[in-house]
């Protein structure tokens, strides 16, 4: 059972997103909380592996609470506020819901943390070294990309593009360049503000732009140092 939190300032809302929770059967409410305060002491108290969060409440917003969280569990944004929906992203929600929120839409939502959640306790349970692929929200699904297959990442105003070796196509998901650099391995570089490369794809380099195959990439100024440790 995934045990989780429901956050909401609005009574109605909360009793509705508790209503939702007991209907989803790998789902277990350990309680329904009016403000993130409240919330903050049982998860000190207790172990919870999905909150359910809105934005706009009082004292502390939905987004400051995930922010302030140094282990953060899953997070589902339940919001009226369409706005937040790439500053959620950023912080690696695993979605975000516009109230009112529909049933199967609800669903989605939870089978997206379910396979989060039964991937990790795979991991935890036969002792996995350091997986190498990671899953990103592409649409409504989750898409597993292989390190090895990733060519480089680029990234845009408010999301990413991945580039993989398998696919002419990249995968463009909500998520920052911060984050994602995060989550790769050590043979992963950024070479300019909007790219990080796998140095492994790496096929020639100049002075200021490197290049994959025949796709060429910039090389800042600021990150000049990595294109001298490569060539030494």
Same mark, same amino acid.
Not at 186 to 196: L, N, Q, T
Not at 216 to 223: A, M, Q
């Given at each position: 059972?995934?045990?989780?939190? *429901?956050?909401?300032?609005?009574?109605? *809302?909360?009793?509705?997103?508790?209503?939702?929770?007991?209907?989803?059967?790998?789902?277990?409410?350990? !309680?329904?909380?009016?403000?993130?305060?409240? !919330? +903050?002491?049982?998860?000190?108290?207790?172990?919870?592996?999905?909150?359910?969060?809105?934005?706009?409440?009082?004292?502390?917003?939905?987004?400051?609470?995930?922010?302030?969280? /140094? =282990?953060?569990?899953?997070?589902?944004?339940?919001?009226?506020?369409?706005?937040? #929906?790439?500053?959620?992203? *950023?912080?690696? $929600?695993?979605?975000?819901?516009?109230? &009112?929120?529909? %049933?199967?839409?609800?669903?989605? #939502?939870? +089978?997206? !943390?379910?396979?989060?959640?039964?991937?990790?306790?795979? !991991?935890?349970?036969?002792?996995? &070294?350091?997986?190498?692929?990671?899953?990103?929200?592409?649409?409504?699904?989750?898409?597993?990309?292989?390190?090895?297959?990733?060519?480089? $990442?680029?990234? %845009?105003?408010?999301?990413?593009?991945?580039?993989?070796?398998?696919?002419?196509? *990249? #995968?463009?998901?909500?998520?920052?360049? =911060?984050?994602?650099?995060?989550?790769?391995?050590?043979?992963?570089?950024?070479?300019?503000?909007?790219?990080? /490369?796998?140095?492994?794809?790496?096929?020639?380099?100049?002075?200021? #732009?490197?290049?994959?195959?025949?796709?060429?990439?910039?090389?800042?100024?600021?990150?000049?140092?990595?294109?001298?440790?490569?060539?030494?």
């Amino acid at each position: 059972m995934i045990k989780c939190l *429901a956050i909401d300032d609005e009574p109605l *809302a909360l009793q509705l997103l508790a209503d939702n929770i007991s209907r989803i059967p790998f789902l277990e409410l350990v !309680a329904s909380c009016d403000d993130a305060f409240a !919330a +903050n002491k049982i998860m000190q108290e207790q172990s919870i592996d999905l909150i359910f969060i809105d934005i706009q409440m009082p004292g502390i917003t939905g987004l400051q609470f995930i922010q302030s969280l /140094v =282990k953060k569990p899953m997070v589902i944004i339940v919001t009226a506020y369409k706005q937040y #929906a790439l500053d959620g992203f *950023a912080l690696d $929600v695993v979605d975000y819901l516009m109230k &009112p929120v529909s %049933l199967d839409r609800f669903m989605k #939502a939870c +089978n997206k !943390a379910k396979d989060l959640y039964e991937l990790k306790q795979s !991991a935890e349970h036969n002792n996995l &070294p350091k997986q190498d692929y990671m899953f990103v929200n592409v649409g409504y699904s989750l898409m597993k990309i292989s390190f090895n297959e990733l060519t480089y $990442v680029e990234g %845009l105003k408010d999301y990413i593009q991945i580039h993989t070796s398998t696919s002419p196509k *990249a #995968a463009v998901v909500r998520m920052s360049m =911060k984050s994602i650099e995060e989550q790769l391995p050590a043979y992963f570089e950024r070479i300019h503000k909007s790219y990080i /490369v796998n140095i492994n794809k790496i096929t020639s380099i100049r002075k200021n #732009a490197l290049f994959i195959d025949d796709k060429e990439l910039p090389v800042s100024d600021s990150y000049k140092q990595v294109i001298e440790k490569l060539t030494k």
